[in-house]
């Protein structure tokens, strides 16, 4: 029985209907790969005599048309043809006629959309790698130059012990390789091509669904028809991907805001990438990174939706898969430029090394040291050890020092219990000593950020 309502609403509304279901105002963002995809498909139409070989040219010069006058400007999208692939297919049948009503053999939009849909996201999981590639490569850059550059090491946001910056640099390029790895992992698991797959149960037609595979520069073809065209685990995968690699973003940013306040002062941001206040001109305000920490937000909005719309959606095709993409493509357009802001944003700043060194005389960082000398060196319980720590810090505070300014003699007159000292725990409260103490594998010594360093050097040319 025919669905009159819906015959009404077409005869009534049908401007309104053609705005609500079209998706070609944003899905035409997938026009290189549509043409790309459709370019194979005619390939191995014509490889199994499905389509003569003269078609196949015109099909392939006729869709490389289409392609320069989209890339031009030239041509005009439109509501009529709903969506990229019908937009593309019809200007290809105006340019070669009848042939170009061929293209269309043997697949269907479900399988078509699926087979752009992935194209388009390996392809922004290898640029966006790359661009991750290059963050890692300032942040060793950096690391490079600040081996010895002390500075407060943190925990609970208070100071906790003394490293180096350029082992905190390369916490960041641990991380971002994390994600970069992320992505590798998703672009493999992912590399295998619906096309062919037809609606949702394959087609009569003889096709090589392995050689389209070839073509497009998959691995092979997806197993399952029914499974290709519902799937969007590769979206959510992107989505999942950006989202924690924009995590990681946002936590730098943070720590850039903190660092370039006046109560920090390890920074100094330039000042292409800070603003100032409308009202009080003395302030430089760091508008980038509190911006990446805001997007940041987006992104997580965008993944959330994505697993929201496939959470119910019974096998096969449904129409609630064309709400995938906006969100994909806000998130890639977001990260990409996040990414290069703030690799700017590393590159230009200002490392106030003097500074940092300075806060590492708040707060007793090397406290810890003195616990494991006596520990180590007069065979101390470590909670003894601890408490005797806690005089000595008692000590410092009133006398308004920290604890790595104390003589020998202060040290001694802490407490009963290190009134022998020997005088060679003095240099073992050193900020510098205390840093390169720590010489364990990943450790904050400078030998071993320099180890680190290293392998990352050799990482980013060998990956």
């Not at 924690?244 to 006046?262: A, F, G």
Request: glycine share 4%; net charge negative; charged share 25%.
């Amino acid at each position: 029985m025919p669905n009159t309502n819906n015959q009404i609403l077409k005869n009534t509304n049908s401007k309104l209907l053609d705005m609500f279901n079209a998706s070609i105002m944003f899905d035409k963002k997938l026009y290189s790969q549509d043409i790309k995809g459709s370019i194979a498909h005619s390939k191995m139409l014509a490889l199994q005599n499905i389509i003569t070989n003269d078609e196949q040219k015109s099909i392939e010069k006729g869709l490389l048309q289409v392609l320069e006058e989209i890339k031009s400007g030239e041509f005009e999208f439109s509501l009529e043809y709903e969506d990229i692939h019908m937009a593309v297919e019809n200007r290809l049948t105006q340019i070669i006629g009848e042939a170009g009503k061929k293209v269309h053999t043997a697949r269907s939009r479900n399988d078509q959309v699926c087979t752009d849909f992935t194209l388009y996201v390996q392809e922004k999981t290898k640029s966006i790698q790359n661009q991750i590639k290059e963050l890692i490569s300032t942040f060793v850059e950096i690391a490079s130059k600040h081996t010895t550059t002390i500075m407060p090491g943190m925990t609970h946001l208070q100071h906790a012990q003394p490293i180096n910056f350029g082992f905190h640099m390369m916490a960041y390029a641990n991380m971002f390789k994390r994600d970069f790895e992320r992505f590798e992992s998703s672009y493999v698991r992912n590399n295998y091509s619906p096309l062919g797959s037809a609606a949702m149960a394959g087609t009569p037609h003889n096709i090589d669904r392995f050689k389209t595979a070839e073509l497009l520069g998959f691995l092979a073809p997806t197993q399952n028809a029914m499974d290709s065209v519902s799937n969007r685990d590769f979206a959510l995968e992107l989505l999942f991907n950006i989202s924690t690699t924009m995590m990681h973003v946002s936590r730098i940013s943070e720590e850039l805001i903190l660092w370039s306040s006046y109560e920090f002062r390890f920074i100094q941001m330039s000042d292409e990438y800070a603003t100032t206040s409308s009202i009080m001109p003395q302030k430089k305000n760091p508008d980038v990174p509190e911006l990446l920490r805001g997007k940041t937000g987006r992104v997580y909005g965008n993944l959330i939706s994505l697993l929201t719309i496939m959470k119910s959606l019974p096998l096969a095709y449904n129409k609630d898969t064309q709400e995938d993409k906006e969100g994909v493509f806000d998130s890639v357009e977001t990260i990409e430029i996040s990414l290069n802001i703030l690799n700017e944003v590393i590159k230009t700043m200002i490392v106030k090394e003097e500074n940092m060194k300075s806060a590492c005389k708040i707060g007793h960082l090397t406290a810890t040291d003195l616990a494991d000398y006596l520990v180590s060196k007069q065979n101390m319980p470590f909670r003894t050890a601890y408490y005797i720590t806690k005089e000595v810090v008692q000590k410092a505070n009133s006398l308004n020092k920290d604890i790595s300014e104390l003589n020998i003699s202060e040290i001694r007159s802490s407490t009963k219990e290190l009134e022998n000292i020997d005088e060679e725990i003095v240099s073992y409260l050193s900020l510098e000593n205390s840093m390169n103490s720590r010489n364990s594998f990943g450790g904050t010594s400078t030998k071993q950020t320099e180890i680190q360093i290293a392998y990352f050097k050799d990482w980013l040319s060998n990956s």
